[in-house]
């Protein structure tokens, strides 16, 4: 079964910091990766999603890394701000079960002001 | 913007009532889902849905029933509410196959007395 694991489980960087956010898949036959933000008591808010062929995916100041091989990928996030306070998912889907995500448990980032 | 709804945002019920989670997409989609949050930890699948009358149960046991009378409506119901049924619930859609995003709504907080 996939198995996927997110590093580290919380942050806190102070405002106008790069950071990045780490997760790691044990199969790496996926079809795709993706990322969401999660704010407190919400839905979750699809941020890039990765197909396997891509090595990365840009929106704004997020940048998005895959490798396969290595079972990783990354979230680089650029001059953080206080809005990016969030819990971020990383998630891979299934082989079979209508491919339903498997998702890691995410990282909780704060930025401070 | 995702066009997927779920009603309502917020549920207090006391045990052994009967209740239906609402789940509406406007986009046509055939995949559909509900997940399982518990605070702090990571999304399980419960149900899925390929597209009408098709139902699936998920990795994470359930005693919650869903149907797919139409596309666009998805819902899941429980019987005989108990505490342990206190969790949030989140419902998803998707298109293209595996290599599609996946939507999410809002979430409704489910809290059994």
């Known amino acids: 079964k996939q198995e996927v694991t997110q590093i580290p489980a919380a942050l806190s960087v102070p405002e106008g910091e790069n950071l990045v956010l780490n997760c790691s898949f044990t199969?790496?036959?996926?079809?795709?990766l993706q990322w969401f933000r999660q704010d407190p008591g919400k839905g979750l808010t699809s941020l890039l999603l990765?197909?396997?062929?891509?090595r990365e995916q840009t929106s704004g100041r997020l940048n998005a890394s895959l490798d396969k091989s290595s079972g990783r990928s990354t979230l680089y996030i650029a001059a953080s701000q206080p809005g990016d306070s969030a819990t971020y998912l990383c998630?891979?889907?299934?082989?079979?079960?209508?491919?339903?995500?498997?998702f890691g448990k995410g990282t909780s980032l704060l930025v401070t002001p | 913007e995702a066009d997927i709804y779920q009603t309502p945002r917020y549920l207090v019920i006391g045990t052994g009532k009967k209740i239906t989670l609402e789940c509406s997409q406007t986009?046509?989609?055939?995949?559909m889902y509900w997940y399982q949050q518990d605070p702090g930890m990571e999304l399980h699948l419960i149900h899925y849905?390929?597209?009408?009358?098709?139902?699936e149960k998920g990795d994470l046991s359930s005693e919650s029933t869903v149907s797919r009378i139409r596309t666009e409506h998805f819902p899941l119901t429980l019987e005989s509410a108990r505490p342990s049924h206190t969790s949030q619930y989140l419902c998803?859609?998707?298109?293209?196959?595996?290599?599609?995003?996946?939507?999410f709504g809002a979430g409704t907080r489910l809290s059994v007395l």
């Open positions: 199969d790496s036959a996926i079809y795709n």
């Open positions: 986009m046509g989609h055939d995949k």
């Open positions: 998803a859609s998707s298109d293209e196959g595996p290599v599609g995003i996946q939507y």
């Open positions: 998630a891979v889907p299934t082989g079979d079960s209508g491919y339903a995500l498997n």
């Open positions: 849905s390929y597209g009408v009358n098709s139902t």
């Open positions: 990765i197909q396997s062929s891509q």
